[in-house]
C-alpha cells in the first residue's frame, strides 16, 4: 500500500505542475487557466491514485488489477472538456493550444499519480517550452506570412486585374485572390484583392503602391489574417 506522505506528495505534485502550465495559460486571460490545469491535473493524479491503490483489499488469487483502464478513460474522457474550450469565432477557430494543454496536462497527472515523478517534471517543463517559449516565434512567424484583404475602388471601365497587377510590380506573385465586381450604374468598380506573405511593415507600402496606380480612387484594408 502506498505511504501517507506519499500519497499527498503525488497529489501535491500533479497540482503545482498542472498549476504551472495552467499560470502560462492565465496571462494570456484564457477561460482554462490556472485553477482549471490544477484542478485536472490533481483530478488525473488521484484517479490514478484510487486505480493502482483502492482494491487492495480485494485482491487475491483469482483477481487481477488493471490499473491501466482507469487512466485510458481519463485519457479518453478528458477531451469532453477540451472539446468545451474549443470555439469558432469570425471564420477562425480559438482554444485549441488551450484544449490540448488541459489534455496533456492530465497526462501530467497520471505521470504522478503513477509515480513517475521525473516524466512528470520533465512533461511540464517541455510543456512551458512548447506555450511560452515558443510562442514569440509562432507569433513572428504569422506576421510574416498573414494574408492581407484590400477593397479597391476605381473609375467605372478603367479599373482592371491589369492595373493592379502593375502597380504591384514583382509582388503580384503574392496575389491569392482577385475579384473584380463591375459597377451597376454607379461611377466605380470595385477588386477585392487577398495578398499572401504580407508583413505588418510592407501593409502600408503595398497599399500606397496601388493608391498611386492609374484609375484608381481609395484602397481600403478590409481584413488581415
Same mark, same amino acid.
Given at each position: ?9 503525488? &497529489? ?64 479518453s ?8 474550450m ?38 511540464t517543463?517541455?510543456?512551458l ?18 494574408? &492581407?484583404? &484590400? ?21 503580384s ?19 477585392r ?33
Open positions: 500500500m502506498l505511504a501517507q506522505w506519499e500519497l499527498v506528495l503525488r &497529489l501535491v505534485l500533479a497540482a503545482a505542475l498542472g498549476g504551472a502550465i495552467g499560470w502560462e495559460r492565465e496571462r494570456l486571460l484564457w477561460a482554462a487557466g490556472l485553477r482549471t490545469h490544477m484542478l485536472v491535473s490533481l483530478g488525473a493524479c488521484l484517479a490514478m491514485i484510487v486505480s493502482a491503490y483502492a482494491f487492495q483489499d480485494v485482491l487475491g488469487a483469482h483477481v487481477v488489477l488493471d490499473p491501466s483502464r482507469v487512466a485510458a478513460q481519463v485519457v474522457g478528458i477531451g469532453f472538456l477540451g472539446a468545451g474549443i470555439i469558432f469565432r469570425n471564420e477562425a477557430v480559438k482554444g485549441l493550444t488551450t484544449a490540448a494543454s488541459v489534455w496533456a496536462v492530465a497526462g501530467v497527472g497520471l505521470a504522478a499519480g503513477s509515480g513517475l515523478y521525473t516524466a512528470a517534471v520533465a512533461a517543463l517541455i510543456m517550452v512548447i506555450l511560452a517559449g515558443l510562442k514569440p516565434i509562432e507569433e513572428q512567424y504569422r506576421a510574416t506570412h498573414a494574408s &492581407l484583404d &484590400l477593397r479597391i475602388l476605381g473609375r467605372r471601365g478603367e479599373l482592371s486585374a491589369g492595373v493592379v497587377e502593375g502597380a504591384l510590380g514583382p509582388r506573385s503574392r496575389i491569392k485572390r482577385l475579384v473584380l465586381q463591375p459597377s451597376e450604374g454607379g461611377d466605380e468598380d470595385e477588386i484583392l487577398v495578398l499572401s506573405r504580407v508583413s505588418p511593415k510592407d501593409t502600408a507600402e503595398l497599399i500606397r503602391s496601388i493608391e498611386n496606380a492609374p484609375a484608381v480612387l481609395s484602397v481600403e484594408e478590409a481584413r488581415s489574417g
